[in-house]
Nanobody
Framework: VQLVESGGGLVQPGGSLRLSCAASGFTFSGYGMSWHRQASGKERELVAFISSGGGTTNYANSVKGRFTISRDNAKNTVYLQMNSLNPEDTAVYYC???????WGQGTQVTVSS
């Protein structure tokens, strides 16, 4: 199982980024997927979840209305579109397959002027 995140970087407050997670080594379309983040000195937290077929999504209250999780099962990829970013969104973002658990290496998102 391999999960490889990309798309992180430095962005100004109010800006947008789209994270991607390329999955391999398992039947991607059969699994729900999620994004988590961990800010410096804080615990890792769930940001968003998407069901295997994409029909169900859930978001942390802190990102509702700003972030959108989606997936392309033909490309074995899950995305996180992040809009209206603010400094509190600064963290390492991780792609996650919840069951059985598997994590990507993470991608840094920094929101700063």
């Amino acid at each position: 199982v391999q999960l490889v995140e990309s798309g992180g970087g430095l962005v100004q407050p109010g800006g947008s980024l789209r994270l991607s997670c390329a999955a391999s080594g398992f039947t991607f379309s059969g699994y729900g997927m999620s994004w988590h983040r961990q800010a410096s000195g804080k615990e890792r937290e769930l940001v968003a979840f998407i069901s295997s077929g994409g029909g169900t999504t859930n978001y942390a209250n802190s990102v509702k209305g700003r972030f959108t999780i989606s997936r392309d099962n033909a490309k074995n990829t899950v995305y996180l579109q992040m809009n209206s970013l603010n400094p509190e969104d600064t963290a390492v973002y991780y792609c996650h397959r919840p069951v059985p658990p598997s994590w990507g290496q993470g991608t840094q998102v920094t929101v700063s002027s």
